[in-house]
Structures are given as C-alpha cells and as structure tokens.
C-alpha cells in the first residue's frame, strides 16, 4: 500500500487538481494499473505494456471515450487492414477505454500476454478486469502513466526499497540514479548498500527488501539545574 501511496505523489505532482475523485495510475515497469479514490485503493490490476519499440507514453490524461465490444482497426504495420468487429478474434478483448487518439486501455482475447511487454503501445488488462474497470470509471477520469523503476517503502523497522527491470533502456536502473533518490532517505536512514537491479527478462515478482535501519543517536546525559557536587579536595 505504501508503495501506492508513493506512487500517488509522483502522480500529483503532475497533476493538476481536479474535480473527479477517482484517477488512474499506471506504473510502467511495475505492469501495474492501480485505480485511487481520492488517496485511497479501490483496486490493482497487473497490465501488460507496449514494447522497447511501441513504447506506452508516460505523462497525464483523461478517459476520452468508452465503448462495449469494441471493433480493431489494424495499424498501418499490418499488411491486412480489414477491421476485425468484436468477437473471439478481436485483440482489443470487449471493453476500450481510451485516453490519447491512438492509445487506450483495453481487453484481450489471450491469456498468457499479461506482465509483459507486448503491447502496441497500448495498456492491455484480462478481459475481466478490464470489464470490471470499465464499470468504475467514466470519460473524463485522469489517467497518469509513470516510469518509475525504484521506489522506497518506509516501515516501522526500517526502509525498503523495490526495483523493477528497466524494460525501455532509460539507464534509471544505475548506482548513480539509486543514490540520487536515496539522498531523500540518507540522513533518517544512513549506510543503505547500492542494491541488486534484476536484469531485463526478469518477469518474476520480487517482493521488497530491506536497505537500511533508522538511525539512533547515543543516549545523551540528562540536563539538571542544580549546581555541581564539589570535589573532595574542594571541600577541605
């Protein structure tokens, strides 16, 4: 949760404030769709994502236009430009949520191409998720896209740290780019190693590790206002 709420403020700081309650949050490298009422988790639902070479766009947007059992126009890289109309043949699976001119959110009629990168650009969910999204959002609700491939957790006993492989070669995945971010964290938690980055292909879900202890600061000797004992050799 923790780590939404993270993703919650990268959000907004893109953001403008609206009037809408419910919004969109879409992290990239997480393949993770995550939809927020105000700052609070309706749901998350794994995604699939566009590929090194059709990249998703990052950046704000709104739903624009909904529609049920929606009709694939192919792209100008299929030589068979025939629309294909709803139905077990349609890669846009029943429901189309779209959000840029060429891109939305939509279904699929596979099972297997979810947690990866493989989309035309697009934000591909199970077409039973995308069923149940489609029934909790109307056009106009914002939809923020992130590219965040590290994001820290604090917790009681500690700060954490969850990396995921950074699928569109943006070089966020460095010792250099870890300290950058963990200089926000330093001071609270110092002596956090340079963590392992997983390699690209790494499609297994690695759970959050922990970097670093919250600093103690040695016991200091209580003040007092009463005036010093003197010395023995004082006292004669």
């Known amino acids: 949760m923790r780590f939404i709420l993270t993703l919650l403020l990268l959000a907004l700081t893109f953001t403008a404030p609206v009037q809408a309650t419910r919004q969109i949050i879409v992290n990239i490298p997480e393949y993770r769709l995550t939809l927020l009422e ?3 988790l309706l749901k998350s639902y794994n ?14 947007y709104r739903i624009l236009y909904k529609e049920k059992f929606p009709t694939w ?37 596979k099972g297997w191409d979810i947690n990866y990168p493989v989309s035309g650009g697009c934000i591909r969910m199970h077409d039973k998720d995308v069923q149940e999204l489609y029934e909790h959002v109307d056009v106009g609700t914002p939809v923020t896209i992130l590219y965040e491939t590290i994001l820290f957790e604090e917790r009681v006993d500690g700060l954490y740290v969850k990396i995921w492989p950074d699928i569109y070669h943006r070089q966020l995945n460095t010792a250099e780019h870890f300290a950058s971010l963990y200089a926000a964290y330093a001071v609270k938690y110092p002596g ?45």
């Not at 890669?91 to 959000?99: A, S």
């Not at 600093?215 to 000797?221: D, G, I």
């Open 38 to 40: 105000d700052t609070s």
């Open 47 to 60: 995604i699939a994502v566009g590929t090194q070479y059709e990249q998703t766009p990052t950046g704000t």
């Open 73 to 109: 126009f192919p792209g100008s890289k299929f030589e068979d430009q025939t629309p294909v109309p709803a139905g077990p043949d349609n890669p846009l699976g029943t429901r189309w949520l779209e959000f840029h001119p060429t891109f939305g959110i939509h279904g699929t009629n």
């Open 192 to 236: 956090a190693p340079v963590p392992h980055f997983p390699k690209l292909g790494d499609y297994e879900e690695k759970p959050s590790e922990k970097i670093a202890q919250i600093a103690t600061t040695a016991a200091q000797p209580l003040k007092t206002l009463l005036p010093p004992v003197p010395s023995r050799s004082a006292r004669k």
